[in-house]
């Protein structure tokens, strides 16, 4: 029978999120002593982190939506495999594993139980879908012994939104989940090929955009702030990167393409080339957890617009390393990417406080061992939010 003090189960209901965002809390419950199970549906990414950090996987289909057929088939597939592995730990991250991991490990007995919150989707749900996420964040949360965050606003969302008690919640220092690598994310010269293959006219201003093209995301202010700057004779490049497969992508890209010249690299899995080309980086969410992307573009010192949305109001220093504006309000962010794309002295000076800030306080090693001391009981970081009841 296996040591329970020995082995961490980590699970991800798909395994893109551990093989981009988690391979170094990985390598540091590696090195506190764990062995270490990666628990996953199944796909190259479940292998590759198998290959790459020589740890133990486990595929394990999960729908990322609600399907209760498949969720019972799911729960069963989990308690059994918490019983022939006996772990003394399990953490979890994205919503559906979660649900199922904790489910299954309050049922086996496991010790010690986190849940990693990146994020709230019942912010950005109306309707009956918001109280059934509701009821889910409360169920999953009531599976597990802390509950990691990854930035101090959405700590206030969970005690505003009482999905859990604050005396469970931790929030990683000084935010996000896995920091980034300055090394790899440096400032660089625009490659003129690129330029040339993307039709990104030189000398036209370039407003970036990385992300998922839908409503959540505040493509509906960025539409009604380019109709805006084109109004006010700021004819700009719109690069976007990321997938455009949600229900309502097709209809906003068309809506974004009436409103400016607009570029759709699609997804990418290097960013920095597209980065090199922003004049300013825009991020007009309604809802984050915690936006890496602005620390990655920061790291390249490139400001960002973004909004005082759950987690994207942690991610900028406003008028210091970016520039925050109210969600849903195209004539704030319209402003704003103005007062960038007028001044390039401020872009400079943003740009380069971001980077200072990014390589000061975000080092991915410094933001996983904070995550690592909520994982493993430390008590620093502990939530000290207010009830909603004081």
Known sequence: MRDRRRLAVVASSIPVTLSTFH?????????AGYEVLVVSSPGPELDAVAADLAVRVAALPMTRELSPG????????????????????????????SLLGLLAARATGVPRRVYYLGGLRLEGETGVRRPLLAAAERLTTSCAHVVVVNSPSLAAAVARLRVTATSKVRVIQPASSH????????????????????????????????GRVTADKGVAALVEALRLLRAGGRGVHLLVLGSQD????????????????????????????YFAFMDVHVLPSRREGFPNVVLEAGAMELPTVTTRAT??????????????????APEQLAAAVARLLDDADLRSRLGAAARDWVVRDFQPQRVVASFVDHILGSETGRCRLPSSDD
């Not at 391979?23 to 090195?31: N, V």
């Not at 406003?318 to 109210?326: A, Q």
Request: glycine share 8%.
């Open 246 to 273: 949600e229900r309502d992508s097709a209809g906003w890209v068309a809506r974004l393409r009436a409103e400016a010249d607009v570029v759709l690299a699609g997804h990418v899995t290097d960013v920095r080339p």
């Open 70 to 97: 498949a969720d019972a088939v799911a729960l069963r597939r989990w308690v059994r495999l918490l019983r022939q592995e006996r772990p003394a730990l399990v953490v979890t991250a994205t919503p559906k594993a």
């Open 311 to 328: 987690g994207a109001v942690d991610s900028v220093q406003d008028d210091r390393t970016g520039l925050l504006v109210d969600v849903d």
């Open 179 to 210: 920091g980034v690598d300055t090394t790899y994310f440096v400032p660089r010269q625009p490659d003129p090929a690129l330029r040339a293959h993307l039709g990104l006219t030189d000398g036209a201003p370039v407003v970036g955009f990385v």
């Open 23 to 31: 391979r170094e809390l990985l390598r540091q419950l590696g090195a």
